[in-house]
């Protein structure tokens, strides 16, 4: 089926809206990336070992035996997942993008939210992407810039568009559209890129008087856990207070989180039953625990909220 250019689909009008939250790695794309660590052997002497991001997933709180290089820290332990110093250097983040997706192009079996992210992308619902990388927002989006280009297909890419001017011409009341570069620009820029070690969000936690006392009384291990927490709330807040502006209140809406860090899940879980289900009634909440990749599509779990529109 050939769709013509521009395109419109007002059937987004009768659609419910569902948002999503993903976590990168191993999750969106199995990424080459290595965590740069120490290991204490059996003679107990501590040697350098690479591990990948799900391995790192399992050890990460085995401080007996693992613990980031003594000369330099957990800078230098992730120092391959944040953006170079200087400008002319590699950004690894984008480069092992480009070469994770060309090993799915290969025939190499996606991630389990590979698919899911690219319908979302399809349809053109707005989503967060929330990683324990240390990435700007630019960069992040850059990536997921190169997903829409390698990962869908023209035809995908041109229903994309015809989504996107829906959503427009519905809840923007749109009647003249700009080009496919000017309406992908505001599409992305609806969503939300936390890259949680990032300075500039370290900053934004660090200036929320509820996550800085927090943040103050956490351990290293759970620091990262304790960010996405940060990230998610701002993101549900963000979903929220855009179809309040855009009178989209009056339908279904549905917010799933996908993660394939066990440790992430059930904090995220845990932190949904106790503090956004005071918040939340009408929203549903979906969890998908990705960590077990003999399933396609991870282990979901529906959380349901409480939301008190009046007081929000």
């Given at each position: 089926m050939k769709i013509p250019v521009p395109y419109v689909n007002d059937d987004v009008r009768t659609r419910d809206f569902k948002y999503y939250i993903f976590d990168w790695d191993d999750n969106i794309l199995h990424m080459p990336t290595k965590i740069l660590m120490e290991h204490k052997g059996a003679d107990g002497e501590w040697r350098p070992v690479e591990l990948s991001t799900s391995s790192f997933a399992l050890v990460r709180t085995d401080v007996e035996h693992y613990r980031p290089p003594a000369s330099g820290g957990w800078k230098a332990a992730f120092r391959n997942f944040a953006d170079p110093e200087k400008e002319d250097e590699p950004n690894f983040f984008l480069e092992d993008t480009m070469s994770a997706l060309a090993r799915v192009a290969a025939g190499e079996r996606p991630s389990p939210s590979y698919s899911?992210?690219?319908?979302?992308?399809?349809?053109?619902?707005?989503?967060?992407?929330?990683?324990?990388?240390?990435?700007?927002?630019?960069?992040?989006?850059?990536?997921?810039?190169?997903?829409?280009?390698?990962?869908?297909?023209?035809?995908?890419?041109?229903?994309?568009?015809?989504?996107?001017?829906?959503?427009?011409?519905?809840?923007?009341?749109?009647?003249?559209?700009?080009?496919?570069?000017?309406?992908?620009?505001?599409?992305?820029?609806?969503?939300?890129?936390?890259?949680?070690?990032?300075?500039?969000?370290?900053?934004?936690?660090?200036?929320?008087?509820?996550?800085?006392?927090?943040?103050?009384?956490?351990?290293?291990?759970?620091?990262?856990?304790?960010?996405?927490?940060?990230?998610?709330?701002?993101?549900?807040?963000?979903?929220?207070?855009?179809?309040?502006?855009?009178?989209?209140?009056?339908?279904?809406?549905?917010i799933g989180f996908s993660d394939d860090d066990k440790g992430n899940v059930a904090s995220v879980t845990n932190y949904i039953r106790s503090e956004l289900s005071r918040r939340f009634d009408g929203i549903k909440f979906v969890v998908y625990d990705t960590s077990d990749r003999s399933l396609l599509k991870g282990r979901k779990v529906c959380v349901s909220g409480q939301m008190n529109l009046p007081g929000f």
């Open positions: 899911t992210f690219k319908k979302t992308l399809v349809e053109g619902r707005i989503f967060a992407i929330v990683t324990a990388r240390g990435h700007a927002p630019g960069t992040i989006e850059k990536a997921v810039r190169l997903f829409i280009d390698y990962a869908l297909t023209g035809l995908e890419r041109a229903t994309m568009m015809s989504n996107l001017r829906g959503y427009r011409s519905w809840l923007d009341k749109v009647e003249k559209f700009g080009t496919d570069a000017e309406e992908l620009d505001y599409y992305l820029s609806m969503c939300r890129y936390c890259a949680v070690t990032y300075d500039g969000f370290r900053k934004l936690m660090d200036n929320d008087p509820i996550y800085r006392e927090k943040l103050a009384a956490a351990t290293t291990a759970s620091r990262p856990e304790l960010a996405k927490e940060f990230a998610i709330r701002d993101f549900v807040e963000h979903v929220f207070h855009t179809l309040q502006r855009k009178g989209g209140l009056d339908r279904s809406v549905a």
